[in-house]
């Protein structure tokens, strides 16, 4: 009575609304592929409004593209990177007398201070080497000292700074606050990274079929057990971190009909063998899913899954009339199948086997198929 819990679900595409703006400034509104940063800064994949493919833009292709859901802003902007001559979609932090952008790369954040003079410096964020980043110390802020050059107190902030998208982007709003009226609105853009959570929430429904495995009475029955599940729950993706991962929790309500065969019963000290034995039995499984999507392109998608499964048989009946309830039990579970894109939802095909916890004797295994849609 366990299989209950064998359900999956994640995405494998992120889909969010957005919109892109042309070179000619004309705002088209539709269906952004939300990436990685490292990704974001290199190409944009859009859907437009009415249409069923992604196109794929390079940086200076299109002015830039935002997401709707928490304002997230790329433009293409042409930066030294690394005294490089760079073409690339900037993240947008900040626009005023003093504007910032970002660019993930190689692991790193590197920011780009832009002053009302139109002169760009690059700051890298901090490695994580102390000795590296004391040694590189006055090459990486020597020239965010220059843009901040009216303020004492912002060069020292920036010296003690962990060098975070937060503490950069701060620094940069009160120094444009106190030094850039001359610019009108001295903040007219901010990002607030509050509003970008880096796990997005989705809804997901799901229906399957399978069979559990299970012996009785000390090991004198054994017998199998097929039973529908259907169940709902969320699922959670994390774009900005690795868009091939998700993670899933649902509860799910099944009915298990086990039949063992030959089975030895005893009651009152009285001994009796059932050639065929049934029990009823409802079950609530609550599985904690991780998912690893082989692609993230618009197409079908195969994924892999590893969780935990938690069964509680919350009613049984057996044969003979005895009633009761199954403590929770736990079982690792893997799975695999397939994720089919429709529109901005996925449709989801999975098979997924739960193995017997060596602490539990009572439950051998089960096998599932399942379908669900994620939205």
Do not use: W
């Amino acid at each position: 009575m366990l299989l209950a819990l064998c359900e999956n679900v994640s995405a494998q595409l992120n889909p969010v609304e957005g919109y892109i703006i042309t070179n000619n400034g004309d705002t088209i509104n539709g269906t952004l592929d939300y990436l990685s940063p490292h990704v974001n800064s290199k190409e944009c994949h859009f859907q437009k409004e009415g249409e069923n493919d992604f196109k794929i833009y390079n940086p200076g292709e299109i002015k830039g593209y935002r997401f709707k859901s928490d304002g997230v802003y790329y433009v293409s902007r042409t930066f030294l990177v690394d005294s490089v001559k760079t073409t690339f979609f900037a993240e947008f932090l900040l626009k005023g007398g003093v504007s910032l952008y970002r660019l993930y790369r190689e692991g790193l954040d590197n920011y780009f201070i832009e002053n009302e003079k139109g002169e760009v410096v690059q700051l890298k964020g901090k490695t994580g080497d102390l000795e590296e980043d004391i040694a590189n110390e006055g090459k990486n802020l020597g020239p965010a000292f220059y843009i901040f050059s009216k303020s004492q107190k912002a060069r020292e902030q920036l010296r003690k700074s962990d060098l975070s998208i937060k503490s950069v982007t701060q620094i940069t709003r009160e120094y444009d606050e106190t030094y850039c009226q001359e610019s009108g609105e001295c903040v007219q853009y901010q990002y607030d990274a509050r509003k970008s959570r880096d796990a997005k929430h989705h809804f997901i429904v799901t229906a399957g079929y399978g069979m559990l495995m299970a012996r009785v009475y000390d090991d004198k029955g054994n017998g199998n057990a097929p039973g529908a599940t259907i169940g709902a729950g969320v699922y959670y993706t994390y774009p900005r971190f690795n868009k091939h991962l998700s993670l899933e929790i649902t509860a799910n309500l099944s009915y298990y009909v086990f039949t063992f065969k030959n089975v030895e019963y005893s009651h009152d000290y009285i001994y009796k063998i059932y050639p065929e034995y049934k029990i009823k039995c409802y079950c609530i499984s609550v599985p904690v899913i991780g998912n690893y999507m082989l692609r993230k392109e618009n197409v079908l998608t195969p994924y892999f899954s590893l969780g935990v499964n938690n069964l509680f048989g919350f009613a049984y009946e057996s044969d003979t009339n005895e009633k009761g309830h199954i403590s929770s039990i736990f079982y690792p579970l893997a799975g695999f199948g397939l994720n089919i894109p429709s529109g901005k939802n996925i449709i989801r095909i999975g098979a997924y086997g739960c193995i017997r916890n060596p602490m539990i004797y009572t439950y051998d295994s089960a096998v599932k198929v399942s379908a669900s849609y994620i939205f």
